[in-house]
């Protein structure tokens, strides 16, 4: 399963999930640092990567084009690196359920998954 990292998550989150997600990687590592969403909306779908976002414009994409890429929408407000490798480990299952689904475009992770 390949996870694509946008700019507004930390690239050390790459490294700390290598173990569940090793085909990984985050958006700096490919040139991609300041590009805009609709170039990595598509360098996503090009390269079958799944989104992984805290920005709402990827939602918008995901309902507005549908899959591929598909999105994972991180509704954790400003939380620490910490808290979203937390969310992310917390929902591998429903991370692997999402991407072998074909008709789902958006996963929500929501901030309450904290509790």
């Known amino acids: 399963m390949k996870l694509l990292f946008d700019q507004n998550l930390s690239r050390n989150l790459v490294g700390r999930l290598r173990d569940a ?3 990984s990687i985050h958006v ?9 969403d609709d170039e990595i909306w598509q ?4 390269h079958e990567f799944v989104v992984v976002s805290k920005d709402s414009d990827f939602r918008q994409l995901a309902f507005l084009h549908g899959p591929p890429p ?3 929408w991180l509704r954790v ?3 620490s690196n910490v ?5 992310i480990l917390d929902h591998i299952e429903a991370i692997e359920h999402f991407v072998e689904s074909d008709d789902e ?6 901030a309450r998954a904290l509790g």
Not at 43 to 46: G, K, L, P, Q, Y
Not at 83 to 87: Q, R, S, T
């Open 105 to 110: 475009a958006l996963l929500v992770l929501p």
């Open 21 to 23: 997600f090793p085909e």
């Open 70 to 72: 598909k999105v994972i």
């Open 28 to 36: 700096t590592s490919v040139g991609l640092d300041t590009a805009t």
């Open 83 to 87: 808290v979203i490798l937390k969310v």
């Open 77 to 79: 407000g400003n939380a």
């Open 43 to 46: 360098f996503a779908n090009d």
